[in-house]
């Protein structure tokens, strides 16, 4: 298991940026697709971005494609979900989460999960 870490989150106008940072402790991070899931209030948490555990695999919601990119750094154990021309839609607390597969994209593949960090845009 890898104990994960959210970071990055905050306040931000449409059409804005963010980078949220994900930082997993634990051993052979290389070894884990990472994911990042999102839940606005009210609503299911749903799936926004996967990453293969060598990088050359990326997944997307069709909602964020052309917008989010997902990347990590197997060197600093970290994946990263940059957020371009960000939606008030986008508002939901966002989640990292780790599956010991090389792919995943579903919530059940993921066996570790962070704590969310809050990504609120304004119109």
């Known amino acids: 298991q890898v104990q994960l870490v959210e970071s990055g989150g905050g306040l931000v106008q449409a059409g804005g940026s963010l980078r949220l940072s994900c930082a997993a402790s634990g051993r052979a991070f290389s070894n884990y697709a990472m994911g990042w899931f999102r839940q606005a209030p009210g609503k299911e948490r749903e799936f926004v971005a996967s990453?293969?555990?060598?990088?050359?695999?990326?997944y997307y919601t069709d909602a964020v494609k052309g917008r989010f990119t997902i990347s990590r750094d197997n060197a600093k154990n970290t994946v990263y979900l940059q957020m371009n021309s960000l939606k008030p839609e986008d508002t939901a607390v966002y989640y990292c989460?780790?599956?010991?597969?090389?792919?995943?994209?579903?919530?059940?593949?993921?066996?570790?999960w962070g704590q969310g960090t809050q990504v609120t845009v304004s119109s």
């Open positions: 989460a780790a599956a010991r597969v090389p792919v995943a994209k579903t919530p059940t593949h993921f066996g570790s």
């Open positions: 990453i293969s555990w060598t990088g050359y695999s990326t």
